[in-house]
């Protein structure tokens, strides 16, 4: 009888790891991550032509360049932000029980939140209509900065669940994924050109 629940205590200990490596289960999907990378990124050139559209009415260069050099800084904020979220959220999980590390990641997320939110109010003052100048037409963002948010805080928390289920460097290399190059914003310099 004890050799039985043996095999079923190894079989599900190796279903519980299995299950939290596999990227397409929900425990371990980071792709909202992604998504929110390439959400922040997509604004540049959205800014930049309404600049550029600016510029041409108005005769007038400058309007691009000091606007383009204005839309770096704000974007810099964000950039090093995000590097930095994704970092705490890394620690938060690794080095803490998991009721500390969910207060953890709350604060953290909420900090991005912020400065998503700060950064859209940027772009979406900066872009509306009837503003700087007049320039007819609303720029359209797909940018929410609560549901990018919820979305971010929810695949963590779920990778803190697949990391629980986790051993040492096993768990470091799951979560390290979100730390890659793939997850890091483009620098602005490459995309305002």
């Known amino acids: 009888m004890k050799r039985y629940n043996l095999l079923i205590v190894l079989l599900l200990l190796i279903f519980n790891v299995t299950t939290a490596q596999k990227k397409g289960s929900p425990a371990a ?12 990124e997509n604004t540049v050139p959205l800014v930049i032509q309404h600049l550029q559209a600016i510029a041409t009415k108005e005769g007038d260069n400058n309007i691009l360049t000091n606007g383009k050099k204005a839309l770096g800084k704000e974007y810099g904020i964000l950039e090093s932000e995000w590097r ?6 890394n620690n938060c999980i690794l080095n803490n029980s998991s009721k500390k590390a969910k207060k953890c990641m709350e604060y953290h997320t909420l900090y991005l939140r912020n400065t998503l939110i700060n950064y859209n109010n940027y772009i979406t003052n900066l872009t509306r209509k009837n503003g700087y100048l007049g320039v007819e037409g609303d720029t359209k963002f797909d940018f929410k900065p609560a549901e990018l948010a919820t979305k971010l805080s ?23 994924q979100t730390l890659a190059d793939d997850y890091k914003l483009r620098p602005y310099a490459e995309m305002a050109q």
Do not use: C, H, W
């Not at 930095?84 to 959220?89: A, Q």
């Not at 289920?165 to 390290?176: A, P």
């Open 29 to 40: 999907d980071f792709s909202s991550v992604k998504e929110t990378k390439t959400k922040i």
């Open 84 to 89: 930095l979220y994704r970092i705490n959220m």
């Open 154 to 176: 929810e695949a963590y928390f779920n990778g803190n669940d697949a990391a629980g289920r986790m051993k040492g460097n096993q768990k470091k290399e799951f979560l390290g």
